[in-house]
């Protein structure tokens, strides 16, 4: 068994048994990028380019230096990571000491002492989900054996960050719609002491909240909380 082979079923290994629900959506990216140095070696340092409030950022590296660097195709919206997004194919810059497409990032990486880059889509169900980017500081660092490595770690790196995306999705829209429930059923029980207090109608006594509401600049949920409190004192 070749040393890549052997480095990249290990990688993989980890991840196939990685449960995304044991960390946060960071922590299980951070992961992703540690095993991709598990897998390519020769990669100093590892950044996943995401979409971030809308927009391509470095949402997650091993290093400080690498969203320096992807600074520079952030704000010329040209170079590999943003192309391999955009694309779906994987784009590779053998050289950086070496003029050619995207001269503002390979200058930047030549700056930091990156002196080769690969850059991987990360597609699952037929969507780029982002960008898998190694950096190494040594010229031509990776052969076309690495790169087929590089690419079947990203096939399923996507697959981890389309589950963990998923989950912590449905995990905060559940503990949304919980809130939601905790919320209406305080503020039902403000209506039922207002009710009790000044013989107003339901209609009345939400009127009653809203207006007390904006008037002392408080959301409803905590103006309600208030009331009940109070009234749970008197007793």
Request: glycine share 6%; with cysteine; charged share 20%.
């Amino acid at each position: 068994m070749s040393e890549n082979l052997s480095l990249l079923q290990e990688a993989l290994a980890a991840l196939t048994h990685y449960f995304v629900g044991d960390d946060t959506l960071g922590a299980s990216l951070h992961r992703v990028a540690e095993l991709a140095m598990t897998a390519l070696p020769q990669s100093e340092h590892v950044g996943i380019t995401l979409l971030v409030n809308g927009k391509p950022k470095t949402a997650v590296f091993t290093d400080p230096e690498v969203p320096e660097m992807d600074q520079a195709q952030y704000r010329t919206g040209d170079g590999p990571c943003l192309d391999a997004f955009r694309t779906g194919e994987r784009r590779q810059i053998k050289s950086t000491l070496e003029r050619g497409r995207w001269q503002a990032f390979r200058d930047a990486a030549a700056e930091h002492g990156v002196r080769s880059t690969v850059s991987i889509p990360l597609i699952a169900t037929e969507r780029s989900l982002g960008a898998l980017n190694l950096y190494a500081t040594s010229v031509d660092a990776y052969s076309d054996d690495d790169l087929t490595t590089a690419s079947t770690f990203a096939a399923q790196a996507a697959f981890v960050l389309a589950n963990a995306q998923a989950y912590w999705d449905a995990r905060d829209l559940s503990e949304n719609l919980q809130q939601a429930m905790v919320s209406r059923a305080t503020i039902e029980q403000a209506k039922g002491i207002i009710i009790a207090s000044s013989g107003s109608t339901p209609e009345q006594a939400m009127k009653l909240l809203i207006e007390q509401s904006q008037h002392e600049n408080v959301k409803l949920r905590d103006l309600a909380a208030q009331i009940v409190a109070n009234a749970v004192r008197e007793r």
